[in-house]
């Protein structure tokens, strides 16, 4: 064979060969406008999530600070102290415990500082702040004083507070009264029943929610009632 007649294999053009390695125009906008449309449907998902999240934290936060508040009250009336202070007047010793239908005030061996001696507990409804406590120490004297000076703190925002006290024991006999002055009955009640019920009725994420205590040291170890307690409910 001759020098002159023998070629070498060719494997094509090389413009031909860059022509079929790159990618249009068109093909980059279209995965440009897949990739954006891609992440702002991640971002709307995240979004979605995130404020779910939020919000069920938030309402975990408020379960949770409803449930100390309720633990805190119910502790406090198992530990209700027939506390008795000295009347000017007549020169007797009197039971301290104001219960009504709306506000209720008592004397406790349990303090949420965890501090020894009494406390004196009111729990009252207001306007602005709901559910609303009161806390002052207990001394010898009658503490409606230090109520008045004392400064309120908000225990249920939201929330309208019922009381109702029981005098018969907790069987079906069982009866409920409005009121419980523990300077007339000179002793405590067997019970006391608490129904906070969400003031935005329209609402269905909170829920009433409901103590029912009882109390087991009633009556003090030296005062007795003047009156039997059929005479004081005729």
């Given amino acids: 064979m001759s020098r002159q007649g023998w070629h070498a294999p060719t494997t094509g053009h090389p413009s031909s060969r860059g022509k079929n390695s790159g990618f249009t125009l068109i093909e980059v906008l279209l995965a440009l406008a897949l990739t954006t ?3 702002a449907l991640l971002s709307a998902a995240v979004f979605l999530v995130a404020s779910d999240w939020n919000r069920d934290s938030d309402r975990l936060d408020g379960d949770l600070d409803n449930s100390l508040a309720l633990l805190q009250i119910d502790r406090a009336l198992h530990g209700a102290f027939p506390h008795s202070w000295l009347d000017e007047e007549s020169l007797t010793r009197l039971v301290y415990f104001s219960g009504e239908s709306e506000a209720l005030s008592w004397v406790s061996t349990v303090s949420p500082q965890q501090r020894p001696g009494l406390a004196a507990w009111q729990l009252y409804n207001d306007e ?3 559910v609303a406590l009161k806390l002052v120490p207990a001394f010898t004297d009658h503490p409606e004083e230090r109520f ?3 400064e309120a703190s908000p225990l249920l925002p939201g ?4 009381f109702r006290y029981l005098y018969t024991e907790l069987d079906e006999s069982r009866q409920w009264i409005d009121e419980w002055h523990g300077d007339e009955r000179q002793e405590l009640p067997l019970a006391v029943h ?4 969400p003031l935005d009725r329209a609402g269905d994420e909170d829920e009433p929610l409901e103590i029912l205590a009882r109390i087991r040291n009633s009556r003090h170890r030296s005062i007795q009632p003047n009156v039997g307690l059929q005479g004081l409910l005729q």
């Fill in 37 to 39: 449309t891609l992440l």
């Fill in 128 to 130: 602005e702040q709901g």
């Fill in 159 to 162: 929330y309208r507070a019922g």
């Fill in 148 to 150: 008045e000076e004392a």
């Fill in 194 to 197: 608490i129904l906070f019920e």
